[in-house]
């Protein structure tokens, strides 16, 4: 089956440094992935959707100065978080899909992220 | 753009009662609809989906039907149970990105 692992799970960093978090594809290629953000009240914010061999596109108030991403091959995608702030807290989810066509996104478990 | 829209943000209900959650949407593009669900401290998990209009899809004991006419895709159950407390969020498929809406908690009690 289609699984999708994200890494680490929790991570607390000090306001002004930045942290990365992975995800990785197992059972299947993933061609795009799309990172979101869940703020503490629990909506879902897209921050970007990486597409081998496309541009990263980002949504409007997220930047890659800011969440810099990368997708190197078809099972892994990484992002940053530069600069973290309390007001980057929250779950990161990556939902990666099998291909251009696939109908569903598999999400990882996500990096809760604390920002003192 | 493409939206979509969850008008209940909480729901609290007895065991064994019914139960619908709205889901609303709006798309320039042919829709196509997913419930996830997510439990505590977990990541959202796929519930349903469709793109067919009028037709019920089944999961789980949930239902729901995309109804293209009134841009619906609401979440039902008949029965609900304890184990179905969790965040409902409606989502709409845009090329390979979800845009979610703002989610309800469901709340099941004895």
């Known amino acids: 089956g289609a699984l999708v692992y994200q890494y680490p799970r929790r991570t607390i960093c000090k306001s002004g440094t930045s942290m990365r978090m992975e995800c990785q594809a197992v059972?299947?290629?993933?061609?795009?992935v799309a990172w979101y953000r869940q703020s503490p009240q629990k909506t879902f914010e897209l921050i970007a959707l990486?597409?081998?061999?496309?541009?990263?596109?980002?949504e409007q108030n997220f930047t890659q100065e800011k969440f810099p991403i990368s997708h190197p091959n078809l099972s892994f995608s990484s992002m940053t978080v530069l600069n973290a702030y309390l007001e980057d807290r929250g779950l990161y989810l990556c939902?990666?899909?099998?291909?251009?066509?696939?109908?569903?996104?598999?999400f990882g478990s996500g990096t809760r992220l604390t920002v003192l | 753009g493409d939206s979509v829209t969850q008008t209940e943000g909480l729901v609290t209900l007895t065991k064994g009662l019914p139960v619908m959650l709205n889901c609303t949407y709006q798309t320039t593009y042919s829709p196509f609809l997913f419930w996830y669900v997510q439990h505590l401290n977990e990541a959202p998990k796929l519930l349903l989906k469709s793109s067919t209009d009028n037709k019920r899809t089944e999961h789980q004991g949930f239902y729901a039907t995309l109804h293209k006419s009134s841009s619906s895709f609401h979440l039902q159950k008949s029965s609900v149970q304890l184990s179905d407390s969790a965040l409902y969020f409606c989502?709409?498929?845009?090329?390979?990105?979800?845009?979610f809406g703002s989610g309800t908690k469901l709340t099941v009690e004895p």
């Open positions: 059972g299947f290629q993933a061609t795009s």
């Open positions: 990486s597409t081998v061999n496309s541009a990263i596109k980002y």
């Open positions: 939902g990666a899909t099998r291909d251009n066509s696939a109908e569903t996104l598999y």
């Open positions: 989502a709409l498929r845009n090329y390979n990105v979800l845009y």
